[in-house]
T-cell receptor, first 113, second 113 residues
């Protein structure tokens, strides 16, 4: 079946540190790939996306590259800020499975000043 | 343009009672999705509407859950009777295209005592 493996948190970092959150998936076909973020007290927001192999999604200093050969979509940011503290969700959208998002367990990131 | 809205933001009910959650999608979005996150688990798909029709309800946990989208605009999700394990956060999302980017509402936190 379709599944997502996302590194467990919490991840605690200092400001300006480098952040990587690993995400790998199993899916039939070629899904579109999304990272969603949930800031404290808020709903899910789309952070970035990539719809085909080798595409790079980017937003707010975050980047993730669609790696078909490794079925991965790791999220990176070179210099985090306190405001990046949130829960991050990796979510492939698999058209063959009915166009629904399959979410990873979420990774809580805490950035300390 | 207004985003996806959900009502109520929080509901506390006793086991055996009935609760109805409401979702208003972004205007013009034919696709409406329900997801939920129960304590300690991943966000899971419940069902997908295209206009007023249920496209995929494979994620509905049991027949205590009933979703409707009369007229193809807002949707309701009724839980009757509610059980303890139904506690969690229920998210609604909408998209313009099937398989396109999904925009999420803030969620309804349901607590069943």
């Amino acid at each position: 079946g379709n599944s997502v493996t996302q590194m467990e948190g919490p991840v605690t970092l200092s400001e300006e540190a480098f952040l990587t959150i690993n995400c790998t998936y199993t899916a039939t076909g070629y899904p579109s790939l999304f990272w969603y973020v949930q800031y404290p007290g808020e709903g899910l927001q789309l952070l970035l996306k990539a719809t085909k192999a080798d595409d790079k999604g980017s937003n707010k200093g975050f980047e993730a590259t669609y790696r078909k050969e490794t079925t991965s979509f790791h999220l990176e940011k070179g210099s985090v800020q306190v405001s990046d503290s949130a829960v991050y969700f990796c979510a492939p959208l698999i058209k063959a499975a009915g166009n629904k998002l399959t979410f990873g367990g979420g990774t809580r990131v805490l950035v300390k000043p | 343009e207004a985003g996806v809205t959900q009502f109520p933001s929080h509901s506390v009910i006793e086991k055996g009672q009935t609760v109805t959650l409401r979702c208003d999608p972004i205007s013009g979005h034919d696709n409406l999705y329900w997801y939920r996150r129960v304590m300690g688990k991943e966000i899971k798909f419940l069902l997908h509407f295209v206009k007023e029709s249920k496209q995929d309800e494979s994620g509905m946990p049991n027949n205590r859950f009933l979703a409707e989208r009369t007229g193809g605009t807002y949707s309701t999700l009724k839980v009757q009777p509610a059980e303890l394990e139904d506690s969690g956060v229920y998210f609604c999302a909408s998209s313009f295209e099937t398989g396109g980017e999904q925009f999420f509402g803030p969620g309804t936190r349901l607590t069943v005592l």
